[in-house]
C-alpha cells in the first residue's frame, strides 16, 4: 500500500522515525506511563531531527513535507507511545497549522520558525466544559477594548499547554456591545490574565500534558486575531479536518503497536501442545486485525493524499477518524484477549495500548460527531446530483 502514496523521500522520512521510535521512545514508553512525566528531552530529539514541523513551508523553517509524510510519521511514534505521538500531533496540526493557513505574513514570520523548528511548543484551546461537540457553544468572550481584546472564560483538556510557548484560542468576539461571531488568536503562555492548571490525571495517554485553562481578564493585542475577527472559527474548523487525520493516523499506529505484540505472543504461548495462533478462535482475530488496520491505514492515507491535492476532505477526514479510532480500540481489546491474563498486567504493553485507544474515540471530535459529519456530507452529495 505505501508505494501507491510513498515517494523515495516518504520512505527515508518513515526509516528515520521508526528508528528514533524504537531505539529512543519505545524503551521509555513504559516509565513514561507509570510516572506521567512529560518527555521534553524527546521532544527537543524531535524538533533537531525535523519532526516537528513536517508539513510546514521551508520558507517558515518547516521540512516542507506533505501531509502523507506527515500522517506517517504519527504512525510510527504511535507504534512505540501514543503520548509521544499525540505531542507531535497536536504540536503541528493544532498549535502551528492554524498560523500557516490563515496567520498573517507577520505572525508566520515571528511564530512558525520557532514552533517548526520545537523550539517552541504549541497548543490549540477550543474545547470548554460545556462546549465539547457543540463547540459553537463557545462561552469564552473577546471584548474588543482599543487596539487589544480582554478575555474572560476558560478551556479544558488542552493538550500540550502547559508545556506551550504559545496557544491558539477561540473566543466569542463582542465589539460596541454586539456579537462578531467566533474567533481566533494567538496567546502566548506568559501572558497575564492566563491561569494554566495542574495536569490532567487520565487513563492513557499519561506523559502527554493536558490541563484546564482559566481566562481572568486577559489582554491580547488586536494583532494576534488570526484572518478576520469573526472568521476564526472556520479556520478551526479547517484546522479540525487537518486535525482528524493526524489523529487518525495516531489511531492507526496505536493498533498495529497492540497487534504486532499480540501476534508474536501468539507464536511463543503455547497450550494443549501447540501455539496458540493454532487454535481458529486465535487466529481468525489476528487475521481480522491485521485486515482491518490495513483498511484504517488506507482511509489516512487517502484522506491525506487528497488533502495534499487541495481537496474538500471533510467527509474522507471523518471516515479515517471513526474507522481508525474504532478499529484501535477493538484491536487493543483483542490483543489482550490473546494474552490472556497476562494482558491485564502492566508488564504486558498490550494493557498501555488499550487505555491509550480510548480516547481517540472521543478527541478531535466524537465517533458520534464523526457519523453525524459523515452523513451531511454523503446527503449533500446526492441532493447536489
Known amino acids: 500500500m505505501d508505494k501507491l502514496f510513498f515517494t523515495d523521500e516518504h520512505e527515508m522520512l518513515v526509516d528515520m522515525v521508526k528508528d528514533f521510535a524504537k531505539n529512543e521512545v519505545e524503551p521509555r514508553a513504559r516509565e513514561m506511563d507509570e510516572t506521567g512525566e512529560f518527555p521534553h528531552d524527546l521532544v527537543k530529539q524531535m524538533g533537531e531531527l525535523g519532526l516537528m514541523g513536517i508539513p510546514v513551508p521551508e520558507k517558515y523553517g518547516g521540512a516542507g513535507m506533505d501531509n502523507v509524510a506527515y500522517a506517517a510519521a504519527v504512525m ?75 478575555v474572560n472564560g ?37 501572558t497575564p490574565g492566563l491561569k494554566i492548571m495542574p495536569k490532567e490525571k487520565k487513563m492513557g495517554w499519561r506523559a502527554s500534558d493536558t490541563r484546564e485553562l482559566f481566562f481572568d481578564g486577559m489582554r491580547v493585542p488586536a494583532q494576534n486575531a488570526i484572518g478576520s475577527t469573526s472568521g476564526g472559527f ?46 481458529q478462535s486465535v487466529g481468525f482475530k489476528l487475521a481480522d486485525m491485521a485486515t482491518r488496520i490495513e483498511a484504517a491505514k488506507l482511509l489516512v492515507f487517502h484522506a491525506a493524499w487528497l488533502r495534499d491535492r487541495g481537496k474538500n476532505v471533510i467527509k474522507e477526514a471523518a ?42 474515540e472521543i478527541g478531535e471530535g466524537t465517533s458520534e460527531i464523526q457519523r453525524l459529519i459523515i452523513k451531511r456530507e454523503i446527503i449533500k452529495e446526492i441532493t447536489s446530483l
Open 76 to 150: 510510527e511514534l504511535a507504534k512505540a507511545d501514543a503520548s509521544v505521538a499525540i505531542t507531535m500531533a497536536a504540536h503541528t496540526s493544532l498549535g502551528t497549522m492554524p498560523i500557516v493557513l490563515a496567520g498573517s505574513e507577520e505572525q508566520k514570520q515571528k511564530y512558525v520558525p520557532k514552533l517548526a523548528s520545537g523550539e517552541m511548543l504549541g497548543a490549540f484551546g477550543l474545547t470548554e466544559p460545556g462546549a465539547g461537540s457543540d463547540a459553537g457553544n463557545t462561552k469564552t468572550t473577546a471584548v474588543r477594548d482599543g487596539d487589544s481584546y480582554t
Open 154 to 190: 476558560s478551556k479544558i483538556f488542552i493538550t500540550n499547554s502547559g508545556v506551550a510557548g504559545l496557544m491558539n484560542i477561540t473566543a466569542r468576539i463582542i465589539e460596541d456591545g454586539k456579537d462578531k461571531g467566533i474567533g481566533a488568536f494567538i496567546v502566548s503562555t506568559d
Open 234 to 279: 472556520k479556520t478551526f474548523l479547517k484546522t479540525l479536518t487537518g486535525g482528524r487525520i493526524s489523529v487518525a493516523a495516531l489511531a492507526v499506529g496505536t493498533a498495529i503497536g497492540a497487534y504486532e505484540r499480540a501476534l508474536k505472543y501468539s507464536t511463543e504461548r503455547e497450550a494443549f501442545g501447540k501455539h496458540i495462533h493454532q487454535f
Open 319 to 360: 471516515m479515517a477518524k471513526l474507522f481508525a479510532s474504532e478499529v484501535a480500540m477493538d484491536v487493543t481489546t483483542d490483543a489482550i484477549q490473546i494474552h490472556g491474563g497476562y494482558g491485564y498486567v502492566k508488564e504486558y504493553d498490550v494493557e498501555r495500548y488499550f487505555r491509550d485507544a480510548k480516547v481517540l
